[in-house]
């Protein structure tokens, strides 16, 4: 055998085992639960148009999202909802992404004698992410919005 097809076998030895080997890493990487992109919106009643309160997060893990619960709290209550509170909250609507994420919005309707009743100010919103495999993921302040008149 010449060196120079000696030299080249090790070669893709190397680069296949490489290969093979980070195939096997990626697929045992298991994500954790998380919520991220959290963004949270209101918008008050203008021109005809309602007010409305917008909130929208992405959702991860590898065994795919469950759900997502959610509550938008103002900072004055001093509310601070627990991870128990959140269990019996509404939830947002989540639309699969891929096998691994959720995009999840939560939009409650507001009648215009709820927004405005709503207190000015700031507010949180709390979340309570599931997975498919039963995890959670409990995201106290995961965003903060402004209520204004």
Same mark, same amino acid.
Request: aromatic content about 6%; hydrophobic content about 45%.
């Given at each position: 055998?010449?060196?120079?097809?000696? !030299?080249?076998?090790?070669?893709?030895?190397?680069? !296949?085992?490489? !290969? !093979? *080997?980070?195939?096997?890493?990626? $697929?045992?990487? /298991?994500?954790?639960?998380?919520? &991220?992109?959290?963004?949270? =919106?209101?918008? @008050?009643?203008?021109?005809?148009?309602?007010? $409305?309160?917008?909130?929208?997060? &992405?959702?991860? #893990?590898?065994?795919?999202?469950?759900?997502?619960? *959610? *509550?938008?709290? @103002?900072?004055?209550?001093?509310? &601070?909802?627990?991870?128990? &509170?959140? =269990?019996?909250?509404?939830?947002?609507? +989540?639309?699969?992404?891929? #096998?691994?994420?959720?995009? +999840?919005?939560?939009? @409650?309707?507001?009648?215009?004698? #709820?927004?405005?009743?709503?207190?000015?100010?700031?507010?949180?919103?709390?979340?309570?992410?599931?997975?498919?495999?039963?995890?959670? $993921?409990? *995201? @106290?302040? /995961?965003?903060?919005?402004?209520?204004? =008149?």
């Amino acid at each position: 055998m010449s060196k120079r097809v000696l !030299v080249s076998s090790l070669v893709g030895v190397a680069v !296949v085992g490489g !290969v !093979v *080997v980070g195939g096997l890493s990626s $697929a045992f990487a /298991a994500t954790e639960l998380t919520v &991220d992109n959290a963004v949270a =919106r209101f918008s @008050p009643a203008s021109g005809g148009e309602p007010a $409305a309160f917008t909130f929208t997060a &992405d959702v991860r #893990d590898d065994s795919g999202v469950k759900s997502l619960n *959610v *509550v938008a709290w @103002p900072a004055a209550s001093k509310l &601070d909802p627990t991870e128990k &509170d959140m =269990r019996s909250v509404e939830k947002a609507i +989540c639309v699969r992404v891929s #096998d691994e994420k959720a995009t +999840c919005t939560y939009r @409650p309707a507001l009648s215009e004698k #709820d927004a405005n009743e709503l207190a000015e100010g700031t507010w949180y919103v709390s979340a309570l992410a599931t997975a498919e495999d039963g995890d959670t $993921a409990f *995201v @106290p302040k /995961a965003a903060t919005f402004e209520v204004t =008149r």
